[in-house]
Protein backbone atom coordinates (compact mmCIF):
# COMPACT_ATOMS: atom_id res chain seq x y z
CA UNK A 1 0.00 0.00 0.00
CA UNK A 2 1.23 3.22 -1.12
CA UNK A 3 2.33 5.72 1.49
CA UNK A 4 2.30 9.59 -0.33
CA UNK A 5 3.29 12.78 0.84
CA UNK A 6 1.65 15.78 1.04
CA UNK A 7 1.43 19.36 1.69
CA UNK A 8 -1.24 21.38 2.78
CA UNK A 9 -1.61 24.34 0.60
CA UNK A 10 -3.59 26.41 3.33
CA UNK A 11 -1.50 25.78 6.52
CA UNK A 12 1.73 24.33 4.72
CA UNK A 13 2.05 21.48 7.38
CA UNK A 14 3.61 18.58 5.64
CA UNK A 15 2.29 15.20 6.10
CA UNK A 16 2.23 11.31 5.34
CA UNK A 17 -1.08 9.78 4.02
CA UNK A 18 -1.52 6.19 3.48
CA UNK A 19 -3.85 5.99 0.43
CA UNK A 20 -6.22 3.44 -0.95
CA UNK A 21 -7.53 3.04 -3.85
CA UNK A 22 -9.58 5.85 -5.27
CA UNK A 23 -9.01 7.75 -2.00
CA UNK A 24 -5.90 9.66 -3.92
CA UNK A 25 -8.11 12.73 -4.56
CA UNK A 26 -10.21 12.74 -1.14
CA UNK A 27 -7.32 13.58 1.34
CA UNK A 28 -7.64 16.33 3.76
CA UNK A 29 -5.01 18.05 5.73
CA UNK A 30 -5.00 16.87 9.42
CA UNK A 31 -4.19 19.96 10.69
CA UNK A 32 -6.88 22.42 9.13
CA UNK A 33 -9.45 19.54 6.78
CA UNK A 34 -8.56 21.52 3.69
CA UNK A 35 -8.50 19.26 0.60
CA UNK A 36 -6.18 22.10 -1.20
CA UNK A 37 -3.30 19.21 -0.76
CA UNK A 38 -0.42 18.89 -2.94
CA UNK A 39 0.91 15.51 -3.36
CA UNK A 40 4.81 14.94 -3.42
CA UNK A 41 5.65 11.78 -5.03
CA UNK A 42 7.79 10.31 -2.44
CA UNK A 43 9.43 7.01 -3.40
CA UNK A 44 10.12 6.14 -0.28
CA UNK A 45 7.96 3.36 0.05
CA UNK A 46 8.51 1.45 -3.12
CA UNK A 47 12.40 1.21 -2.60
CA UNK A 48 12.19 -2.58 -2.30
CA UNK A 49 14.42 -5.02 -3.71
CA UNK A 50 12.28 -5.72 -6.93
CA UNK A 51 13.78 -3.96 -9.54
CA UNK A 52 16.03 -5.22 -12.00
CA UNK A 53 14.71 -8.80 -11.44
CA UNK A 54 12.08 -9.53 -14.14
CA UNK A 55 13.80 -8.27 -16.90
CA UNK A 56 17.34 -9.28 -16.64
CA UNK A 57 17.38 -12.74 -15.54
CA UNK A 58 14.62 -14.66 -17.31
CA UNK A 59 15.52 -18.35 -18.02
CA UNK A 60 16.57 -19.67 -21.23
CA UNK A 61 16.30 -23.21 -22.19
CA UNK A 62 12.37 -23.31 -21.79
CA UNK A 63 11.20 -26.42 -24.36
ZN1 LIG B 1 -3.79 22.45 6.38
Given amino acids: ?33 NKDVFKK ?3 SSFMGNSIGKCATSSPKGFS
Avoid at 7 to 22: A, P, S, T
Fill in 1 to 33: MPIFEYKCNLCEKDFERLVFLGEENNIACPECK
Fill in 41 to 43: MSA
